[in-house]
């Protein structure tokens, strides 16, 4: 059996260059490749954005992905829970994997709470402030509770869930989004015809 001493990660871990480059993905793809970050409170419509524009791109010959937050926890972060370290894990981990599609040349939406401020500034720092584009999906609490798609609040205000965003633990608005859609008082397709309008000179090939 080998034997490693010192530390594994930096000691014997090493980058592999890949052989063909993200510039030369997104040529053969046609356009700049970005991660779209959408976060708000939960109900506030990350996900219907984050599907509807994805549909959009598809029928513009796009290369996209959805990483979305329940998706994610029932794979790739099943073994998390909600204590604040957990979220700050699931989010390390979702940026990871969109460093990679953004490499990839893909058009990567991903659908996040992501309360924080810091594990917002940690994603940007993975991904890269040249390939991220983050989307402040702004809705009042009582308009989200209203919806509630989900059942969650509902499921709060029982006192079956402990630590919920927005209601018993925080979410810190973005003061620097690049852009903020209104759900509370604008509907699902104008916000994607504002999101198309603002992401097609970042998208367009120079």
């Known amino acids: 059996m080998e034997q490693f001493s010192g530390n594994a990660l ?4 090493f980058h592999q260059a890949p052989s063909v480059c993200r510039a030369a993905r ?3 793809n046609g356009h700049r490749a970005l991660v779209i970050w959408f976060t708000g409170l939960s109900g506030a419509g990350k996900t219907t954005l984050a599907n509807a524009l994805e549909a959009e791109l598809h029928r513009q010959g796009r290369r996209t992905l959805v990483l979305d937050g329940d998706n994610v926890t029932q794979g790739l972060c099943a073994d998390l829970g909600f204590l604040v370290q957990d979220r700050h894990e699931n989010l ?3 940026a990871e994997m969109a460093r990679m599609t953004v490499e990839a040349g893909v058009v990567t939406l991903a ?3 992501s309360p924080l401020a810091e594990d917002r500034a940690m994603v940007r720092s993975i991904v890269g402030a040249a390939s991220l584009f983050e989307v402040y999906v702004r809705c009042p609490l009582d308009v989200c509770e209203t919806r509630d798609v989900k059942g969650l609040y509902k499921k709060v205000r029982r006192g079956e869930i402990d630590n919920f965003t927005g209601i018993s633990a925080p979410y810190d608005a973005p003061d620097s989004a690049d ?8 509907p ?3 916000c994607v015809a504002i999101l198309l309008q603002r992401l097609q000179s970042r998208m367009a090939l120079p």
Request: hydrophobic letters at 60%.
């Open 92 to 94: 390390r981990r979702v």
């Open 188 to 190: 699902a397709a104008a």
């Open 111 to 113: 659908a996040f709470i």
């Open 179 to 186: 852009l903020v859609l209104d759900t509370g008082v604008m």
């Open 26 to 28: 997104e040529r053969l």
């Open 10 to 13: 930096t000691d014997n871990v």
